[in-house]
Structures are given as structure tokens and as C-alpha cells.
């Protein structure tokens, strides 16, 4: 069975002498609960897996019954033996994270060698858990979409079918069947996430809007788009601080991102209009009446297609690093991506074949910033196939 290149990274980790919670956070479907699986077929101990994504109402008391059973797997310490114990969707759990720090402390008094794996479908969610309690006391490994090599090692995926069909393993064996695989990604995708990883874990006023914000950003994905015009599109009468809010859940649930422009200061970053990106390419394709080949034909879709899934791959190649992704616009002209860590900036150009309204703005940008390195996409650039083959790092 195929693994994640995460695996060996997260077995290290929980094999080693130094304990420290480990945390998987990511998208559903992205094959969170396998790896860890995976994991436990090759740990060398007791192993326990449990899940809070059930019907039944779970509480604090479930968490402590979980691990007070993988403690008397192992014997209580006294045996000398190693455990791990998985709690799966934990973030669906009211104050997980005391009752995780209470029990994690405990075992840090008592030197038991208890392994404590975390996965949960919203990152936004976890997070929070884990920046309010347990600070100092866990590392984090992101899930995210699937990337190309990841799709082609696994399935023989080539460049076409992974922009059209995006990264969903689960849903490699729909894809014969176009309506097929359009249901699945709605019904078991798109909407058991805003429902269950949005909707029922945070306040939302106005679960409407937050889905047709969504509808929205697979519309417009790879377009620049105000608070303003948005409102307009989704004929609401609510604030711009509300639509950014529901981007940030969008993004936290692994869905879409409102791309920042950069700006070199935080406070005008965060007062810009989003370039809206969504996450896996599956969004856009399923929610458009184009199939595969009549998509490829487009050539004005395809290249919506084509940018999408380049700033997909710059978002889900880079999460949980220190590199950010913008977008940078100005004088009518735009430079599609701009990669950041410190003082470097990457700044990136896709020729897509997309019809655009503004010109390419790289001089423009290299004018106003220090730019460490600048690269063409496509055309007379770096191949498409190359640069999907990268890792999204090598680019700074």
C-alpha cells in the first residue's frame, strides 16, 4: 500500500526517546486516518486507535477512558513497554485540549512511555486546541491535498488528469464515471466538511452565506475579488469582517484560501482584497458542466484550471513551514504568486493560456521590492510538469 511521504517522518517521531504529542491535522479525505494506520502496523508496542467522528455525543470522560485503557495496555509503566494510542477527529471534542494536557502531564510525571498520536479533519480548529493548552508539548505534521508525484506514485496519474481530477484518492476509481465522481465530491466531500467540520464545530450567523462564499471561490478561483464585490455577488448585506472570517474557516476546513497581496507590512496585507484559490482542483472541475475533454478543449477554462492548481500546489506544498504565499497587483498589473520567508521573496508568473485583465507586473514589482529570485510558469518558463514535480520549497 502506498505511503505518504509524511509516514517515515512521523514514525521517527514517535519512535524516538523524547516525547512529544504529534499531531496530524488536514482535509478530509486526504488520508489522515490510513497513515495512521500505517503507522501502527510498523510501531513497536501496544497499540490503540480511537475515533470521536461517531454518532454517539463524546466528552472529555471519553478521552480519559481511551488512554486509561492504552496505559493498562502497556501495563502501567511498570513493564517498561511502549504504547501509542490515536485519537482520531479529537477537535469534535468540548475542551479536548485540557483534558489531553492533564493526561499528557501525568504521564510526563511518571516517566510512562505512552506515544500520543492526534489527528483531526480541521486544522483551523486544532490549532486553536493546541496554542490555548498544550504549548511546548506537541509538533505538528500537516495533511494536505495530494500532490502530483503523490497521485502519479500511487495511481500513474499524469499532468492533465491530476489539474482536472485534482488530489482525492478516494476518489481515483469515480473518475470513469464523470457525474459519478462530481456526486461524490459534493455530497462526500464538499459538503460533509462544511457541514460537520464547520457548521457544527464553530458559530457561523449565517451558514448561507458561508456556502455560497464557497461557491463563489470555485467560480472565481485564480481571480482577485474585494470584500465589496463579493458582497455584491452574494447579494448579502452583512460586512466584509464576516466574509473574511468565513475565508479564514474555508481555509482552516481545507477547502479554499483568500490569497493576501503582498504588501511588506502585515496590517495593509491583511486590509487587501483576497485572490481566491481554491485548494484541490476537484472544486472548480465538479462544480463546472465542462467533462475532462470539453474542458481541455477550453482553452480559456483550462487555464483557470491550470492556475489553480499552481497556487494550490504553492499553498499545500509550503503549510506548516515558514514561507507565505501572496499575490501582488498594482497600476494594472498583477504578479500571480509571491512566495516569502524573511527578506526572501520568490516572485512567480503562470502562463496558463487564460485570458487576463491586467499585465504581467513582475518589473513593477522588482521595482518596489527586493526580489530573490523570479520565475515563468508555463510558456517559454519552467514546463508545467516540472514544476508540479517539485517541492514548492525548492522554489526560495
Not at 499532468?159 to 482525492?168: A, I, P, R, T
Not at 472570517?245 to 487587501?272: E, F, M, T, W
Not at 510558469?377 to 508540479?388: E, K, S, Y
Request: charged share 20%.
Amino acid at each position: 500500500m502506498y505511503k505518504r511521504p509524511c509516514f517515515n517522518i512521523l514514525l521517527a517521531r514517535l519512535t524516538e526517546q523524547r516525547r512529544f504529542l504529534q499531531v496530524l491535522a488536514g482535509p478530509r479525505q486526504c488520508g489522515k486516518t490510513t497513515l495512521a494506520r500505517q503507522i501502527m502496523e510498523e510501531y513497536p508496542g501496544e497499540t490503540h486507535y480511537a475515533s470521536a467522528d461517531e454518532p454517539a455525543l463524546k466528552s472529555r470522560t471519553w478521552i480519559e477512558q481511551q488512554w486509561d485503557n492504552t496505559r493498562l495496555m502497556i501495563g502501567g509503566g511498570k513493564k517498561n513497554r511502549r504504547g501509542l494510542l490515536i485519537l482520531d477527529e479529537i477537535q469534535k471534542i468540548p475542551g479536548w485540549s485540557e483534558a489531553v494536557k492533564y493526561l499528557w502531564d501525568q504521564d510526563t510525571a511518571k516517566k510512562l512511555e505512552l506515544h500520543v498520536l492526534i489527528l483531526g479533519s480541521s486544522s483551523l480548529l486544532v490549532q486553536q486546541g493546541l496554542t490555548e493548552s498544550l504549548a511546548g508539548r506537541f509538533e505538528t505534521t500537516p495533511a494536505t491535498h495530494w500532490l502530483l508525484p503523490e497521485m502519479r506514485d500511487a495511481f500513474g496519474w499524469d499532468l492533465e488528469k491530476f489539474l482536472y481530477y485534482g488530489g482525492y484518492p478516494g476518489a481515483v476509481t469515480l473518475t470513469e464515471d464523470r457525474k459519478r465522481w462530481a456526486r461524490y465530491i459534493h455530497d462526500s466531500l464538499i459538503e460533509t466538511t462544511v457541514s460537520r467540520d464547520v457548521l457544527l464545530m464553530t458559530r457561523v450567523d449565517k451558514p448561507a452565506l458561508l456556502r455560497r462564499l464557497f461557491d463563489l471561490g470555485c467560480h472565481y478561483s485564480g481571480q482577485i475579488l474585494s470584500y465589496q464585490k463579493m458582497l455584491g455577488q452574494l447579494q448579502d448585506a452583512g460586512n466584509t469582517v464576516t466574509l473574511a472570517h468565513y475565508l479564514q474557516l474555508l481555509h482552516g476546513a481545507g477547502l479554499i484560501v483568500g490569497l493576501p497581496k503582498y504588501a511588506g507590512g502585515a496590517a495593509r496585507q491583511r486590509g487587501s482584497s483576497p485572490k481566491l484559490i481554491v485548494l484541490n482542483n476537484a472544486f472548480l472541475t465538479a462544480s463546472s458542466p465542462l467533462n475532462f475533454h470539453e474542458a481541455r478543449r477550453n482553452p480559456e477554462f483550462w487555464g483557470r484550471i491550470v492556475e489553480s492548481a499552481v497556487g494550490s500546489a504553492l499553498v499545500n506544498g509550503t503549510e506548516g513551514t515558514d514561507i507565505k504565499v501572496y499575490y501582488w497587483a498594482g497600476r494594472n498589473r498583477e504578479v500571480d504568486f509571491v512566495l516569502s520567508r524573511g527578506k526572501q521573496l520568490t516572485a512567480i508568473e503562470v502562463k496558463s493560456g487564460a485570458q487576463k485583465t491586467t499585465l504581467p507586473g513582475m518589473d513593477y514589482f522588482s521595482k518596489e521590492f527586493t526580489v530573490s529570485r523570479k520565475l515563468l510558469i508555463g510558456a517559454q518558463g519552467m514546463p508545467l510538469a516540472d514544476f508540479f514535480n517539485l517541492n514548492p520549497q525548492a522554489l526560495m
